[in-house]
């Protein structure tokens, strides 16, 4: 059972950045592709940015573009989302999540994740 714990969350000005991190432990972590999803004020959880299992290839919501890098640390058990240039609309509680199977690319499909965080929240002032 992987249990996942989000960090780096807080507030910010519009420009700013934040850098999240997803610490993993009970499981085998390390297998799994992984993925940062946000759940801005009344308003459905959406994905943002996803890893495949071993960090070889990594996708971003057009959204967050050239903005957001995720990126995974084997050795500490951690995924991270960089997030530069802020946005007032970036404002979200964000979750990382592991998917349900080993070995697979990224995954863009919430109900393909099995193993949530409790959520860090991200404020974006204008």
């Known amino acids: 059972q992987v249990q996942l714990v989000e960090s780096g969350g807080g507030w910010v000005q519009a420009g700013g950045s934040l850098r999240l991190s997803c610490v993993a432990s009970?499981?085998?972590?390390?297998?799994?592709?992984v993925g940062w999803f946000r759940q801005p004020p009344g308003k459905e959880r959406e994905f943002v940015a996803g890893?495949?299992?071993?960090?070889?290839?990594?996708f971003t919501v057009d959204s967050v573009k050239g903005r957001f890098t995720i990126s995974r640390d084997s050795a500490k058990n951690t995924v991270y989302l960089r997030m530069n240039s802020l946005k007032p609309e970036d404002t979200a509680v964000y979750y990382c999540?592991?998917?349900?199977?080993?070995?697979?690319?990224?995954?863009?499909?919430?109900?393909?994740?099995?193993?949530w965080g409790q959520g860090t929240q991200v404020t974006v002032s204008p």
């Open positions: 009970g499981g085998a972590f390390n297998y799994h592709a």
């Open positions: 890893t495949s299992w071993n960090g070889g290839s990594t």
């Open positions: 999540a592991a998917a349900r199977t080993r070995y697979s690319d990224y995954v863009k499909i919430l109900s393909e994740y099995a193993y």
